[in-house]
């Protein structure tokens, strides 16, 4: 009678601990990815901002129309058209968002990789909607450890764009 008994609890012990590992990967997916929280309006409506999450997602791990900027210079662009997306390689080169002759408009998404603490030196301010009129997040990769506080005070924004940061450190 005791045999009977060990296959179906040693099957259900396999069943709940391999749910219980899938299930911790599954939520883990989606810690890396920071938001910062700011008193604004889209805070208070929780659905609007789960909807603006999945196209915050979409946005940075999809192809779209995207300019790289690099060394204060466009790198290169992916499709053509207006772009969606702008993706900073280096902090040097976020005096380029000065150059009035460049195409924002349509622009959604910023990018903007932060390789040194020292480059948390140079503050962005965009509160002043400089060309962005379509600009709702902006994504910040710290190559190093960095805090809320650090992005805080490294940009300012109006209440309508969102922050999100990760830290991917090189191995």
């Known amino acids: 009678m005791k045999n009977n008994l060990k296959l179906p609890f ?15 990967n599954l939520t883990a997916q989606e810690n890396d990815i920071f938001e910062i929280q700011q008193s604004n309006e889209n ?3 929780s659905s609007k901002k789960e909807t603006d999450r999945k196209r915050f997602y979409d946005l940075a791990f999809n192809l779209y129309p995207t300019h790289y900027i690099e060394n204060n210079a466009l790198k290169s662009t992916y499709d053509s058209g207006d772009p969606i997306k702008m ?18 408009d349509a622009v959604e998404l910023l990018t903007i990789s932060i390789n040194d ?11 002043k909607n400089d060309g962005f009129k379509n600009l709702k997040y902006i994504f910040i990769k710290c190559s190093f450890n960095c805090s809320e506080k650090d992005i ?5 924004v109006q209440n309508k764009v969102r ?3 990760t830290i991917q450190k090189p191995s």
């Open 10 to 24: 040693y099957s259900l012990l396999l069943f709940f601990c391999t749910s219980f590992l899938t299930i911790n």
């Open 117 to 127: 603490r020292n480059d948390f030196i140079n503050r962005l301010d965009l509160s």
């Open 152 to 156: 805080e005070n490294f940009i300012q």
């Open 163 to 165: 922050i999100f940061y």
């Open 87 to 104: 993706t900073f390689v280096d902090a040097k080169s976020l005096i380029w968002l000065k150059n009035k002759s460049s195409k924002k």
């Open 43 to 45: 805070s208070k409506i």
